[in-house]
């Protein structure tokens, strides 16, 4: 697990701080929404709760009292979303996470406590739109500590066939995390689509954010006879045939089909338990490639290592402040 390697701030104190050290944010105040389950098709109640710093993020089953951290290396299930959960709990799980997760990420929440009362997230519209909007409703603080970030040192790459996900060093050192992105799929209404973008809090608001999840229409009926997507709708989904798309209200944008996937990326690469700095390269990737990258990742202390993030002017800078042990 990542905490292993982040030693506290009192056994770094030698180590040189820098001068400016960027503080860990939460939200200023609880908010909370009550939404469908995409698969459950009943009610759920979400609450995004501030939490201490250092606390990290992490969901807590109100119904069964269980806390599961939001971290890679507790992904259970990626065939339809991202799922936590907890060993030798099965019960005390939480999918369809990536979406909240993206807008959290985005928003550089360090520190909160999900409040969820089923097993998954609420879908809300498909997208991280919703969860940008209780966040930003909620107000940010930066609340202390010192905010951390996963610098990639070594290229990482997890593939399946022609699909990958890859890591790689950044090549100025500072950035933030840069994504590049390529889909392709047999139906012309989807086709072949890329994307790269740098992620920011403005540029996820502006052109990943409400980018909606996707699905077949053919494939839709299959997975309600498999006890799934009950509460899947038009209006919760984009749901295409092989030459259009059903909903009436068509596309938010012509390529807002590469534009979630890049969104369910950051979402994804957010359960690393810190920002990443560095460039992701993904062709065809999903959650389970998605994880299993990070599992890559973190399997060699030698990909990384952990940096304070800081803030001169308007400039991000970054300073070591340990190497993994």
């Given at each position: 697990?990542?905490?292993?390697?982040?030693?506290?701030?009192?056994?770094?104190?030698?180590?040189?701080?820098?001068?400016?050290?960027?503080?860990?944010?939460?939200?200023?105040?609880?908010?909370?929404?009550?939404?469908?389950?995409?698969?459950?098709?009943s009610d759920v109640r979400l609450n995004l709760r501030p939490a201490l710093a250092g606390t990290g993020i992490k969901f807590l089953r109100t119904d069964?009292?269980?806390?599961?951290?939001?971290?890679?290396?507790?992904?259970?299930?990626?065939?339809?979303?991202?799922?936590?959960?907890?060993?030798?709990?099965?019960?005390?799980?939480?999918?369809?996470?990536?979406?909240?997760?993206?807008?959290?990420?985005?928003?550089?929440?360090?520190?909160?406590?999900?409040?969820?009362?089923?097993?998954?997230?609420?879908?809300?519209?498909?997208?991280s739109a919703p969860f940008l909007f209780l966040i930003e409703s909620a107000g940010i603080?930066?609340?202390?500590?010192?905010?951390?970030?996963?610098?990639?040192?070594?290229?990482?790459?997890?593939?399946?066939?022609?699909?990958?996900?890859?890591?790689?060093?950044?090549?100025?050192?500072?950035?933030?995390?840069?994504?590049?992105?390529?889909?392709?799929?047999?139906?012309?209404?989807?086709?072949?689509?890329?994307?790269?973008?740098?992620?920011?809090?403005?540029?996820?608001?502006?052109?990943?954010?409400?980018?909606?999840?996707?699905?077949?229409?053919?494939?839709?009926?299959?997975?309600?006879?498999?006890?799934?997507?009950?509460?899947?709708?038009?209006?919760?989904?984009?749901?295409?045939?092989?030459?259009?798309?059903?909903?009436?209200?068509?596309?938010?944008?012509?390529?807002?089909?590469?534009?979630?996937?890049?969104?369910?990326?950051?979402?994804?690469?957010?359960?690393?338990?810190?920002?990443?700095?560095?460039?992701?390269?993904?062709?065809?990737?999903?959650?389970?490639?998605?994880?299993?990258?990070?599992?890559?990742?973190?399997?060699?202390?030698?990909?990384?290592?952990?940096?304070?993030?800081?803030?001169?002017?308007?400039?991000?800078?970054?300073?070591?402040?340990?190497?993994?042990?």
């Amino acid at each position: 697990m990542l905490g292993k390697y982040m030693l506290s701030l009192r056994d770094r104190a030698g180590l040189g701080l820098i001068e400016n050290p960027a503080p860990r944010r939460t939200l200023k105040s609880v908010i909370g929404c009550v939404g469908i389950g995409l698969h459950g098709g009943s009610d759920v109640r979400l609450n995004l709760r501030p939490a201490l710093a250092g606390t990290g993020i992490k969901f807590l089953r109100t119904d069964l009292n269980l806390v599961i951290p939001a971290l890679y290396d507790h992904v259970s299930d990626t065939r339809l979303c991202t799922v936590v959960s907890l060993d030798g709990k099965p019960q005390a799980r939480v999918g369809t996470i990536e979406h909240l997760m993206a807008a959290l990420a985005a928003c550089r929440i360090d520190d909160l406590i999900i409040e969820v009362d089923a097993a998954e997230i609420p879908i809300l519209d498909g997208s991280s739109a919703p969860f940008l909007f209780l966040i930003e409703s909620a107000g940010i603080v930066e609340h202390g500590g010192v905010r951390e970030v996963i610098e990639i040192l070594k290229p990482v790459r997890a593939e399946n066939g022609d699909a990958f996900a890859e890591l790689r060093p950044h090549s100025a050192f500072g950035a933030g995390l840069d994504l590049s992105l390529a889909i392709d799929f047999a139906a012309p209404v989807i086709g072949r689509q890329a994307l790269s973008l740098s992620l920011s809090e403005e540029n996820f608001a502006t052109e990943l954010a409400a980018a909606r999840t996707f699905t077949f229409a053919a494939e839709v009926e299959a997975l309600r006879q498999a006890g799934l997507a009950k509460g899947g709708s038009l209006a919760n989904a984009i749901v295409v045939t092989e030459t259009s798309v059903m909903n009436p209200e068509g596309l938010r944008w012509q390529d807002e089909f590469v534009r979630h996937k890049m969104l369910d990326v950051v979402g994804d690469l957010a359960l690393a338990g810190a920002a990443i700095a560095g460039r992701f390269i993904g062709n065809c990737t999903g959650h389970a490639l998605n994880n299993l990258l990070l599992r890559n990742l973190f399997a060699d202390a030698a990909n990384y290592r952990l940096v304070r993030q800081s803030f001169a002017g308007s400039a991000m800078h970054m300073a070591a402040a340990a190497s993994p042990v």
